[in-house]
């Protein structure tokens, strides 16, 4: 073996027995530095004859060049290995939950009426509004109810004293509205037929237990024109409650009822199926109650300047937490106002659940964390 | 109102089943709200005779019984005194379930004895009271029949009356509406004119016509009120829940309930001169048939003695002149009051009756004579004596007026054609005087009818008769595209609602009333609007403010262990009493921590900034003006006075913010530091350029911006809103943001001191600048700020 294959020797187990990249480039610089064995090899080429050079170059060119490969493959080699050692070191409990996060909650009341709105929406019905503070007059008079009509002593309503430096008079007191309804009348003050409202909001009555609580929601609807009929009242309300239920068939009944501002007068009830722990909407073999309705009274209409005999229409009113309760199998209506966060978690929607009647009325909740 | 069915066929001769008659009074609008039948539990109860009859071995009053229950003979062992061989009753086999202990019946051994099943008593089986002895059925009574066939039942059914419909609340107008249904015919109703004998001593003087049009009294002389009520009646009032007492008030009760025909019986011993039909004087007491003494006003009807008022006409009867057992001679009141008058006292007295309900909404004017009449006989037939010629004040009278149903009307309205013919049938059957021409019914109301009033009155009519299932139902027609329905404000509630949510809040609803003990820190320096008559004193008061009730839940999960908590609430609030003196809230309380503690140190404890970032998302949210509005320190004096403030535009204030008062939250017992904010909706301006949809041109340089950091010490009272407003304003040209980095106080400064570090954001615009250009800049902002706050660089 000459020299040359000698030193190529030395300096491949020097390679080979390298353990750090440290280690490692002292081997390249002591072979292939400016002071190498190789480079000190290669700087003898100049004294030699010319055939001797170029074999000799030729020689030691190849050796350098495996050289360089093999400290380059080590090279390689040790740097993987510090990789698998520092990524052995960097191991997580991945394991672990994440970073706390919050989301919130919308209440049922709100999800309804913006279901309710995108129903109505598409029957061109506008929203309005009224004071939960009522006068006599909004209230019940103009609603055909005058003071000593028996139909107000079908809600007990209370009463705010209109004047506080005299006396509390019953005749003349506010009252804290017991019902949408009187959103009717200030609708028809001030705009004339056609009409077709709906008026969501906040109704009280002194009646507290399971089923009452002494605030509830109402939703009342109002259409007037020229040709709107019992039939069109009936057909509304059905495709109304079809689609807030979400159901494909729902059996509906609607029986003769009484209400002082509607003649004539209905109740609607929807079919449902009633187990120990369930209650479905849709078809089942019992009924339930689910709203009011029935064509305006003349005099209802009389009572805000609008003519009974060229204009018609109907009524109807319903309360938004029953629905919700009945939708969304909510089993008490007082746990609606106890602002129990578990409760609210549990019955509430998340911000991203919109209502529309193209992508649907709800997610119920989906996305929940 | 209840009934049974043995008492509705007193009046209506039909063949209808129970089911029947129930579905087709809830379709005519007599709405039935519940069926007590207890046939439906007797199923597997069978007629049974005892063969014989032992003594039991072990006991003194046990008998072992031979049973046979026409298959079998089984051997049951029986504790009740009227056994006797041949006795047949009601057998329960084992297995069966006993009605009144809801339980079923085991194969028992009874002192060592086995019992095959028992017999049974009326108690047990909830057809009657009787639980002295087992049930003995006639001797001829068959073996092996169902209980259900043998027994006396009688089903009673509840059905809810609405107040245009007072004849209903008499079993009589119920059978009537039924058979004009086509359930059956309406049997006539025989009422004998009674002459009398003699001329009533106490005499009748109405003063006031208008609320007393009509009076009839009767003398009845040699009563016995002892006498026993006849069972059919008591049974019948029992089972709607009248208690018997008396026969004379177990007679008018049940007229009452018949025929909706009240009714009053003085003790005439009792009563001193005659009677006077008169309005109380103001102030004149009264002592009701209840024990409660009442003070009545001139508007107030009174039936009055020579010693004054002795009974709430219409209303309720007094206690001092009543009937009581040893009663002899009465005198019989049927008369007719105005329905206003009695609901106006009434609802004045807050004093409910049977009498008020029927009186306030309608009395046959027509039933007085005969009803005074009917109830002389029964009083006669049942308590004996001898009757007076009749009273009568004022006369019968009933004049309604004709309305018409025109069939074009008809179509228009209801839109579904019925024919004329049927439609005068149909108001015939219910007792209307019909008269017809082409296309029109004139219809005139039967005199226990008070609710017809107009032509939609008798379009009801023939639609509950027809059937409201029977008419089409027809969806409404609408414009080609739907169009935005919300105003405004609306929509704003809404997008509040999910930016709260979305932050990570919950909402709730609370109710609008509040505790005024609570309310009264809340008030904003407005008067409270207190309840009249609060259904609780928790809630009696409009409230003034949604942290309130907030608070009294954030209150209660804590008790329960959920002392972290995001809430909020949009919402009306109220300022005054009047109606409309209320503004919409979007308020909400951080109470606790952002999160339970956790292995990460993400959970830190709510501040103040939560808050105020809570308002101004708000805000935000409706397109409110977050860069421009004031934050001032002056929120109202239920915040924490160093730890609060208002967002403003002038005078008109967007939201409070801050955190809650401690004194407040003492008083509520909380006793945890709590967040709070409050965005006043409607005082948020609508963008300026609230219509238009497009964005504004975005300018975006090609050059980088340049950051520089500088520090000023100012005196600790100076906001550091007015060192950034300073600088933003130092150059508007080319100082696109001002960032405050650093706030510090504390050694190497002084006292009143403090240290506010700010990053400035230069965006060049042509070229970059040059040092000398950037130098003018930052010593424009350090002169600025000097101006404007005094704040030195430090």
């Known amino acids: 073996m000459s020299d040359i294959e000698i030193i190529k020797t030395e300096i491949e187990a020097q390679i080979a027995s390298a353990q750090e990249i440290k280690a490692l480039d002292d081997v390249r610089v002591g072979a292939l530095g400016k002071k190498g064995r190789i480079t000190e090899l290669l700087k003898t080429l100049g004294g030699m004859p010319v055939e001797e050079r170029i074999e000799f170059g030729k020689k030691i060119n190849v050796i350098k060049a495996e050289?360089?490969?093999?400290?380059?493959?080590?090279?390689?080699?040790?740097?993987?290995?510090?990789?698998?050692?520092?990524?052995?070191?960097?191991?997580?409990?991945?394991t672990l939950p994440c970073r706390p996060e919050v989301q919130g909650r919308i209440h049922p009341v709100s999800k309804v009426y913006e279901e309710l709105v995108a129903i109505f929406a598409e029957m061109g019905f506008e929203v309005a509004e009224g004071p939960d503070i009522e006068d006599q007059f909004h209230n019940f008079n103009a609603l055909n109810t005058p003071p000593n009509h028996p139909a107000r002593q079908m809600q007990d309503t209370f009463y705010i004293n209109n004047d506080v430096s005299k006396e509390f008079d019953l005749d003349n007191a506010y009252v804290v509205r017991t019902q949408t309804s009187s959103v009717q009348i200030r609708t028809m003050e001030k705009k004339q037929p056609p009409i077709r409202i709906i008026a969501p909001g906040r109704t009280y009555r002194s009646d507290y237990d399971a089923t009452h609580t002494p605030m509830f929601h109402q939703i009342e609807g109002l259409v007037v024109d020229k040709t709107t009929t019992l039939a069109h009242l009936k057909g509304c309300l059905y495709d109304v409650m079809k689609a807030f239920f979400e159901v494909d068939e729902l059996p509906v009944r609607f029986r003769p009822s009484y209400f002082p501002f509607t003649e004539p007068s209905a109740e609607m009830d929807i079919g449902c199926l009633k187990t120990k722990t369930e209650l479905k909407i849709g078809a089942g073999t019992d009924w339930l109650e689910i709203l009011g309705c029935g064509m305006v009274h003349p005099n209802v209409l009389r009572s805000c300047g609008i003519a009974p005999e060229e204009y018609q229409g109907f009524a109807f009113g319903m309360g938004m937490d029953r629905l919700a309760m009945l939708k969304y199998g909510i089993p008490d209506l007082r746990t609606f106002f106890e602002s129990d966060v578990r409760w609210l978690k549990n019955y509430g929607f998340t911000a991203l659940d919109f209502s529309s009647m193209t992508s649907g009325l709800s997610n119920n909740g989906g996305l929940a964390r | 109102m209840k009934f049974t069915l043995s008492w509705l066929k007193e009046h209506l001769d039909t063949t209808a089943s129970v089911d029947e008659i129930v579905e087709t009074l809830t379709r005519i609008g007599l709405e039935v709200e519940e069926v007590i039948n207890p046939a439906a539990a007797l199923e597997g109860f069978n007629t049974a005779k005892i063969e014989t009859v032992e003594m039991h071995p072990d006991s003194d009053h046990l008998h072992i019984l031979r049973v046979n229950t026409g298959k079998e003979t089984l051997q049951v062992v029986c504790g009740a005194p009227n056994v006797h061989e041949?006795?047949?009753g009601i057998y329960a086999p084992t297995g069966a379930l006993i009605p009144c202990y809801g339980e079923r019946l085991k194969v028992a051994k009874i002192r060592g004895v086995e019992s095959m099943g028992m017999m049974c008593s009326e108690k047990e089986l909830m057809v009657g009271d009787d639980h002295s002895g087992i049930i003995e059925l006639p001797a001829d009574t068959a073996i092996g029949v169902p209980a259900a066939e043998i027994l006396n039942i009688d089903p009673v059914i509840e059905v809810s009356i609405t107040p245009n419909r007072a004849e209903c609340l008499g079993v009589r107008g119920i059978a009537r509406?039924?058979?004009?249904?086509?359930l059956g015919t309406l049997k006539p109703l025989n009422i004998?004119?009674?002459?009398?004998?003699?001329?009533?001593?106490?005499?009748?003087n109405v003063m006031c016509k208008d609320a007393c049009p009509t009076y009839t009294a009767r003398y009845i002389k040699g009563v016995n009120n002892k006498a026993e009520t006849p069972k059919w009646m008591k049974d019948r009032l029992t089972a709607i829940g009248l208690r018997p007492i008396s026969a004379l008030v177990d007679i008018t009760n049940y007229i009452n309930y018949d025929l909706a025909r009240p009714l009053h019986v003085f003790d005439a011993d009792k009563l001193v001169g005659n009677v006077t039909v008169r309005m109380a004087e103001n102030g004149e007491e009264f002592v009701a048939l209840n024990e409660k003494s009442y003070v009545l006003d001139d508007k107030s009807l009174g039936i009055c003695d020579d010693e004054g008022v002795q009974c709430l006409g219409g209303i309720m009867g007094g206690l001092s002149k009543g009937s009581f057992e040893d009663t002899t001679n009465v005198l019989l009141e049927c008369a007719l009051f105005n329905p206003v008058c009695i609901a106006r006292t009434g609802r004045k007295l807050q004093l409910d009756s049977d009498s008020r309900a029927r009186y306030e909404r309608w009395v046959d004017p027509m039933s007085n004579i005969s009803g005074n009449n009917y109830a002389t006989q029964m009083i006669l037939d049942i308590c004996g004596g001898e009757a007076s010629e009749i009273e009568v004040a004022g006369e019968e009278k009933f004049e309604a007026k004709p309305v018409q149903l025109r069939m074009a009307k008809m179509k228009s309205f209801v839109g579904m054609e019925i024919e004329q013919e049927k439609c005068a049938a149909i108001l015939r059957n219910l007792g209307f005087t019909v008269s017809e021409s082409e296309g029109v019914i004139t219809a005139v109301s039967p005199s226990w009818r008070g609710d017809i009033e107009c032509e939609q009155d008798l379009i009801e009519e023939v639609v509950r008769m027809v059937g409201l299932d029977n008419i089409p139902a027809v969806s409404m027609k609408t414009a080609d595209f739907p169009k935005p329905v919300l105003?405004?404000?609306?929509?704003n509630v809404m997008m509040v609602k999910h930016e709260l949510a979305m932050r990570g809040m919950y909402e709730t609803v609370t109710f609008s009333f509040t505790d005024s003990a609570i309310a009264k820190y809340f008030r904003r320096g407005h008067q409270p609007v207190d309840i009249q008559n609060p259904i609780i004193n928790e809630l009696d008061e409009m409230r003034p403010s949604l942290l309130p009730n907030l608070l009294i839940g954030a209150k209660n999960n804590i008790a329960r262990g959920y002392t972290n908590l995001a809430i909020f609430e949009v919402a009306p609030e109220f300022f005054g009493r009047t109606p409309g003196e209320q503004q919409t809230a979007a308020s909400g309380i951080l109470v606790g921590k952002t999160s339970k503690k956790d292995w990460s140190g993400t959970s830190r404890s709510y501040d103040v900034f939560d808050a105020k970032a809570a308002a101004l998302a708000a805000i935000g949210a409706v397109k409110g003006p977050i860069e421009a509005p004031q934050i001032t320190t002056d929120a109202p004096q239920y915040y924490h006075p160093g730890r609060s403030g208002a967002i403003r535009l002038g005078r008109n204030v967007l939201a409070y913010f801050g955190e809650l008062h401690p004194a407040v939250l003492k008083a509520l017992d909380i006793k945890t530091n709590v967040m709070a904010f409050e965005v006043f909706l409607e005082n948020i301006p609508a963008p300026r350029d609230g219509k238009s949809k497009a964005k504004k041109k975005l300018e975006l340089s090609t050059l980088q911006t340049v950051e520089k950091d500088l520090a000023f010490v100012c005196d600790k009272n100076v906001p550091s809103i007015n060192i950034v407003t300073a600088a933003k304003t130092a150059d508007r040209e080319n100082i696109t943001d001002v960032r405050i980095f650093d706030?510090?106080?504390?050694?190497?400064?002084?006292q009143d001191k403090k240290s506010i570090a700010i990053t400035v954001t230069f965006q060049p615009k042509e070229k970059s600048y040059t040092d000398a250009e950037l130098e003018t800049l930052m010593n424009k902002v350090i002169f600025e700020v000097g101006k404007k706050t005094g704040a030195a660089l430090r």
Do not use: C, M, R, W
Request: aromatic share 4%; proline share 2%.
């Open chain 1, 67 to 94: 050289l360089e490969a093999k400290i380059a493959a080590k090279k390689q080699e040790l740097e993987t290995k510090l990789l698998n050692e520092k990524l052995k070191s960097e191991v997580i409990d991945v």
């Open chain 2, 86 to 88: 041949g006795l047949i």
């Open chain 2, 177 to 182: 509406d039924l058979a004009a249904a086509g």
């Open chain 2, 192 to 204: 004998k004119e009674i002459k009398g004998t003699f001329k009533s001593p106490i005499l009748v």
């Open chain 2, 487 to 491: 105003t405004t404000l609306q929509n």
């Open chain 2, 743 to 750: 706030v510090y106080e504390g050694e190497n400064l002084a």
